[in-house]
């Protein structure tokens, strides 16, 4: 047996959390950052002063000897820049370990050297980190030691985010807002509305050598060359399947490290395809979750690499099997503990459930595009719509129950009865029976309601989830806000209420689907129903900053047009300059890998033709074997040379983001097939001894 972990005495070990809090700080200074924490508003400096010597003191007992602001620039990762808590040496030559409450509120790191669409240049450069006081502080540990983290908010010296967390901070506050005028009049004052997410997130796990041995892996996340082994995951032995104990040993070391920084893992599996795995946390706000979810993917590649493995989070490391998502599973609830996506036992009796639901309807509807836009980037342009991930149509799921009360208030105005969940009878005397949900899942949608929340399934597994989060919660907020200030205005609250849930429900019932979203029946349906179909990002990224898109952003405090606009900048060129990579290290793996090692098969068998004529044998199989070989690296090399060429071209469209990108979609990335096609065919049929690079048995079926 291994080693007894105590969960309850490690979890949130390395986490400055409340109850240490409360431990450390007087009072009054406690009761300050509770208030701030709950409510916003100013944290005097006298109290940042004691915070911040608190917090070292904690860090410091605990071996820290530097700091970071903690954040999330868009580059879709974390950055931080370690600070050290000595102060000047003193004339005795001594230093002391101190930390101010201006350093903790405040950092300034250099903005012009992180993605900004444009927002900063490398002239005027100076940017803010602050303090997320709603985000504990935690500690980190690597080679350099341990560090203490704080997670902080990015923008520029002109005010606007540079980062994630910003504007999904403030869609949190929209959407607490509005919600809270909705509940009001229903005659409920909770103290506010948080929107949660719980990310499931998918990953695959390889050995570490063969990680290293292939180029594109360790370049781009996946694979641009591969022929599919013989099996790939048609069995469907993986999936639930019973995890390898080298694999074990990972997620038992994996979870260690996540509750120590108080990250609640909970839920770990085999996924569909070869060497594929899942972890689930319990669901935190959206802007705590997100941080976790940060440090949980950084997590995992850490203790993969410390496990002989290589953790893959792209979206589609392998072609032929599933690559990976993660499902965020949202809803929005009070914080008297009230689930407002919660239909209750009688979702026909029940208006507020209702009125919720028919905005969260209208707000996938109309902003359908907006959402579509908030799950993309390169590597999901690889899942979406591929029939192992949801569709690239945006609809909504909501299962038998609920989908009949819509039915019922659309055809008479209001719902009268709702379908139950049946007893479950096995049919065998010794199993229990129990209660069944009212509700059966659908796998296929992108926006399936789950019994008491959303799961919006799209979303990338690279994917930092602040985006789609941020969007979700405002298109919601400026729905709520708009049924708001009709309901508001009525003198009979409850007709009111139910016209407009009846109305709504109407309105947009084309955006509710129940079947298999995987079926080319349904994107037949969808353009009929009028719901976009946006195939690939490049498209996607014109729905960011629209006239209706930008006074939506702007009128709930999210986003303002320049930051707008300077994020569909930065996805356009992320979407180019990976699409850039992808393109040089094809070219770099197929003339300085591929092509030698095939020549050099050449060789031998050439030689070999040669022994066996001079034996007086025909050598016909030899000869047809090297001339098949021949017709296809001489394919390989033209392809080679035009991807380069068209590669060379791509500066020519670097002035506008969105040709440039588009160039990278439509002309770069469309040729890549023509090149790895000739490769993986010369992989089947070289020796596979002589081919120089792990193929895709080994690096998916050797874990
Ligand atoms: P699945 O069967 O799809 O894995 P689970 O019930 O295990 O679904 O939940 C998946 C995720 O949803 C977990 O992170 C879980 O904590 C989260 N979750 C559960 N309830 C809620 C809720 N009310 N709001 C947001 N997330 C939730
Ligand atoms: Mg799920």
């Known amino acids: 047996m291994s080693e007894l972990l105590n969960v309850e005495e490690l979890f949130a070990s390395n986490v400055f959390t409340v109850a240490k809090m409360r431990e450390r700080l007087p009072k009054k200074v406690f009761q300050e950052v509770i208030r701030v924490m709950e409510h916003g508003g100013e944290l005097s400096m006298a109290t940042a002063d004691v915070v911040a010597k608190a917090m070292k003191d904690w860090a410091v007992e605990n071996g820290a000897t530097h700091y970071t602001h903690w954040f999330q620039p868009l580059t879709g990762i974390t950055a931080e820049k370690h600070d050290s808590f000595i102060t000047s040496p003193m004339p005795n030559g001594k230093v002391l370990m101190s930390f101010s409450g201006k350093e903790l509120i405040k950092g300034e790191p250099d903005a012009s050297s992180f993605p900004s669409g444009g927002l900063r240049q490398t002239c005027g450069a100076r940017g803010y980190t602050a303090w997320d006081i709603t985000s504990p502080a935690f500690l980190k540990e690597s080679a350099c030691g341990v560090i203490l983290c704080i997670p902080t ?14 504007p999904l901070l403030r869609s949190m506050d929209a959407v607490n807002k509005q919600a809270l005028r909705i509940l009001k009049l229903f005659g409920k004052t909770p103290a506010k509305v948080t929107a949660s997410v719980g990310p499931e997130q998918e990953y695959f796990l390889i050995d570490k050598d063969k990680f290293n041995q292939r180029l594109d892996l360790k370049l781009t996340g996946r694979t641009l060359f591969g022929a599919p082994a013989p099996k790939g995951q048609e069995l469907d032995d993986q999936y639930f399947g019973v995890i390898k104990d080298k694999v074990s040993h990972f997620m ?12 609640p ?9 070869p060497s594929q795995h899942e972890i689930a946390p319990i669901y935190g706000t959206t802007n705590v979750a997100t941080d976790q979810n940060q440090l949980l993917m950084e997590t995992l590649k850490k203790v993969a690499e410390r496990n002989g493995f290589a953790c893959l989070l792209h979206e589609k490391p392998f072609a032929g099997v599933n690559g990976s998502g993660k499902h ?7 914080s008297d503990g009230e689930n407002l996506i919660d239909p209750g036992k009688e979702p026909e009796k029940n208006l507020q459930f209702q009125v919720f639901l028919a905005a969260i309807l209208e707000s996938v509807d109309n902003h359908a595009a907006l959402l579509r836009l908030s799950a993309s980037s390169a590597g999901n342009d690889h ?24 039915d019922q208030i659309i055809a008479n105005g209001e719902a009268t009865s709702s379908l139950k969940g049946k007893v479950y009878k096995s049919g065998c005397s010794v199993i229990p029976e129990f209660k069944m949900d009212a509700t059966d899942r659908n796998r296929t949608s992108p926006f399936a309601f ?44 409850e007709a009111a ?14 955006i509710i689907f129940n079947g298999n979203g995987y079926s080319e029946e349904w994107v037949k349906e969808a353009e009929r129903r009028g719901l976009p179909n946006i195939k690939c990002m490049v498209d996607a990224v014109d729905y960011l900053a629209t006239p209706e898109n930008i006074e939506m952003f702007e009128k709930h405090g999210v986003m303002s047009k320049r930051e707008l606009v300077a994020r569909g900048v930065v996805m356009y060129d992320n979407y180019a300059k990976q699409i850039n990579i992808e393109a040089k290290t094809m070219i770099e793996m197929s003339t300085k890998q591929i092509i030698p090692a095939v020549m050099k098969y050449e060789g031998t068998l050439a030689a070999s033709v040669k022994d066996l004529k001079e034996l007086g044998i025909s050598a016909d199989t030899q000869m047809e074997i090297l ?13 080679t040379a035009e991807l380069e060429d068209i590669v060379a071209k791509a500066a020519e469209k670097e002035e506008d983001p969105k040709a440039w990108a588009k160039y990278y979609h439509d002309v770069v990335f469309a040729f890549f097939d023509t090149v790895r096609k000739p490769a993986d065919e010369l992989e089947k049929i070289v020796d596979a001894k002589a081919w120089p690079f792990p193929t895709y048995e080994e690096l998916l079926f050797e874990q």
């Not at 038992?252 to 990250?263: Q, S, V």
């Open 153 to 166: 908010a990015f923008c520029s010296y002109t005010g606007e985010a540079l980062d994630q967390k910003t």
């Open 252 to 263: 038992r070391e994996l979870n260690k490290d996540l509750w120590e920084y108080g990250i």
């Open 265 to 273: 893992a909970k839920t770990q599996h085999n996924e569909v395809a």
């Open 328 to 334: 965020n599973n949202w809803s929005i609830s009070t």
């Open 383 to 406: 899942r979406l719509g591929a029939n192992e991930a949801p569709p690239a149509i945006i609809s909504a799921y909501l299962g038998d129950q609920l989908a009949d009360v819509v």
């Open 450 to 493: 789950t019994g008491n929340k959303f799961e919006f399934r799209m979303v990338g597994s690279t994917q930092c989830i602040a985006q789609p989060m941020m969007t979700l919660n405002t298109i919601v907020a400026d729905t709520l806000c708009n049924f708001a200030d009709v309901l508001e205005k009525a003198d009979d609250f």
């Open 497 to 510: 209420a139910k016209k407009l849930v009846a109305d709504k429900l109407r309105e947009h019932q084309r």
């Open 627 to 639: 001339s098949t070989i021949d017709t296809k690296l001489a394919e390989l090399k033209k392809a």
